[in-house]
């Protein structure tokens, strides 16, 4: 007889194990990034600015799935560390314009060896980390399409 309860059980849960790996590659990045003086959030927000240049909160917040709320003080900590300027686009005084300064340009640098150390951590071949990635994109496209 089949347990009702076994749809419940964290076995058979995707998001438990998603949680948990997220949990802690997430862990994983922090000693990297002490060393750059960055939290993961800061560091997601400046690799979009090391591949953009430059673009607008409202752009950047659509592109890291981040709230405005979250995404106004991760920029404000960035622009004290002198890594990013703020400004009013003059076309739209409404939209705020994020670019990169030269100190944000030249801690790509002291990022580029932070890739191959969590490749290394997690222990998969190429091919398995892009299927993966390839799975993870998938899911996170169905789950924007359902709302």
């Given at each position: 007889m089949a347990d009702k309860y076994e749809p419940l059980r964290l076995r058979n849960q995707l998001c438990f194990p998603l949680y948990l790996c997220s949990k802690e590659i997430?862990?994983?990045?922090?000693?990297?990034?002490?060393?750059?003086?960055?939290?993961?959030t800061q560091y997601v927000v400046m690799m979009y600015l090391w591949e953009m240049g430059s673009g607008s909160a409202k752009d950047l917040s659509a592109a890291l799935l981040l709230?405005?709320?979250?995404?106004?003080?991760?920029?404000?900590?960035?622009?004290?560390?002198?890594?990013?300027?703020?400004?009013?686009?003059p076309g739209?005084?409404?939209?705020?314009?994020?670019?990169?300064?030269?100190?944000?340009?030249?801690?790509?640098?002291?990022?580029?060896?932070?890739?191959?150390?969590?490749?290394?951590?997690?222990?998969?071949?190429?091919?398995?980390?892009?299927?993966l990635g390839s799975l993870i994109g998938k899911v996170l496209m169905n789950i924007e399409r359902e709302m």
């Open positions: 997430t862990r994983r990045y922090q000693p990297m990034l002490d060393k750059l003086n960055l939290t993961y709230d405005p709320s979250t995404l106004t003080p991760v920029l404000k900590k960035l622009e004290q560390k002198g890594y990013v300027d703020r400004a009013r686009d739209d005084e409404r939209s705020l314009v994020v670019r990169l300064t030269s100190a944000g340009e030249a801690l790509r640098d002291d990022a580029l060896c932070v890739p191959a150390m969590m490749a290394n951590c997690l222990g998969l071949t190429d091919d398995e980390a892009r299927a």
